[in-house]
């Protein structure tokens, strides 16, 4: 069993930063009392610095009593932290970009100047006693001796660890490795990762910077966020619980429930072939697949549907095998012979193709009970 790593989950900042995404009060304070349900380490609430109305869900949030650790965003300005500690945080994010490309064109500042400037806002933020995650924004294009030295600048600084921002999810999962592992060694300090799935690899280069070290992992739920959206908890946590192993503490059964909710309130669909919360993950209409999921779910199913709270689904429609007829009709204590089955699955094939989809379950019984009449000389009207 490989040590359980810790998540930060930013669905209620970066997941709302999605452009035409607000998040209203009380849905911020429901959201969050799922994220700790679910066991989540540290919830990103909010940047107070965007005014009142931020500040008072944030404060909602931090009086509702949770488990998980309440962190706001900041830039690195003083007034930012300020803002901050008034809402009763027991943690910050400290952000400033550390790539040349930032340094120059967007704060129009140096090097030296921008780890002076964090070193500040550090050092002010730890005398207030909260716990203090330095966010290096752009870290996967920046000089890698630049980055090595902001984070002990961070360390010496009195940061508790340090984010490793992809911000515009430019990494791959070898790349990500290596960069992480080298930083990891050259700094003595935590490290998490936030990657963005501009590239659709934010899920894969979160793994392979925890395989290298990072101690944190960044998520947001459906993977929401800013562009193509960040790293999805839900795809992070079962990768990292089937695919490698590791212990991950965490409530899946609320995925679903909770992915709703956040899909309902950004205003977002969540698509049916959605990984692992989607309607269609544990949905099966081809015959084969249909014949081995019923024999046995582990053919075609790597957990059990329950574990994230979905329940397997057998389509009837033009790629069906007599299993799925035999099976679904059993639900309703209909019993047919083999025979029956394949007769009654050339009707089907011949329905699905002409209404160019799969049967709902009512169709299909009405198919049946028609095909059924026939037999007998009545045709069901």
């Known amino acids: 069993m490989k040590p359980k790593v810790l998540w930060v989950d930013t669905t209620l900042r970066d997941g709302e930063q999605t452009a035409g995404v607000v998040f209203a009060p009380e849905e911020k304070v429901i959201i969050a009392k799922l994220l700790d349900m679910i066991g989540i380490d540290q919830i990103e609430a909010g940047i107070p610095a965007m005014g009142e109305e931020e500040e008072k869900s944030i404060r909602a949030i931090v009086k509702a009593g949770l488990k998980a650790s309440i962190m706001a965003w900041n830039r690195a300005v003083i007034d930012d932290i300020e803002k901050s500690l008034k809402c009763g945080v027991d943690a910050v994010a400290i952000s400033i970009a550390v790539s040349d490309l930032h340094i120059q064109h967007k704060l129009r500042t140096t090097r030296e100047k921008v780890i002076e400037q964090m070193v500040e806002a550090t050092i002010f933020a730890k005398k207030h006693g909260v716990y203090v995650s330095v966010n290096a924004e752009d870290a996967s294009r920046a000089d890698q001796d630049f980055l090595i ?144 999921a019923l024999k046995h779910p582990e053919t075609y199913e790597v957990f059990n549907p329950s574990e994230v709270g979905l329940e397997r689904k057998i389509f009837i429609g033009k790629h069906s095998g007599t299993a799925a007829i035999i099976s679904t009709l059993g639900k309703y204590d209909i019993r047919i012979s083999r025979e029956e089955a394949q007769e009654l699955l050339k009707r089907v094939r011949e329905t699905a193709v002409s209404i160019k989809r799969s049967l709902t379950e009512r169709e299909f019984l009405y198919l049946y009970y028609n095909w059924n009449q026939k037999k007998v000389g009545r045709e069901v009207i």
Do not use: Q
């Open 149 to 292: 030295e902001f984070g002990k600048a961070a360390k010496e600084a009195g940061a508790d660890r340090l984010r490793f921002c992809d911000t515009v999810g430019i990494l791959d999962p070898f790349s990500t490795y290596e960069k992480i592992k080298k930083l990891r060694e050259a700094v003595d300090l935590e490290i998490e990762m936030h990657t963005h799935n501009d590239f659709g690899m934010a899920t894969a280069n979160a793994i392979a910077g925890i395989i290298a070290g990072a101690t944190h992992v960044g998520v947001t739920v459906n993977g929401l966020g800013e562009r193509a959206g960040n790293a999805a908890l839900e795809e992070v946590a079962m990768a990292l619980k089937y695919v490698l192993g590791w212990e991950i503490n965490l409530k899946t059964e609320l995925f679903k429930e909770i992915s709703e909710y956040v899909a309902k309130a950004s205003g977002r669909i969540l698509p049916p072939w959605k990984a692992i919360v989607g309607e269609n993950i544990f949905a099966h209409e081809s015959g084969i697949h249909v014949d081995g």
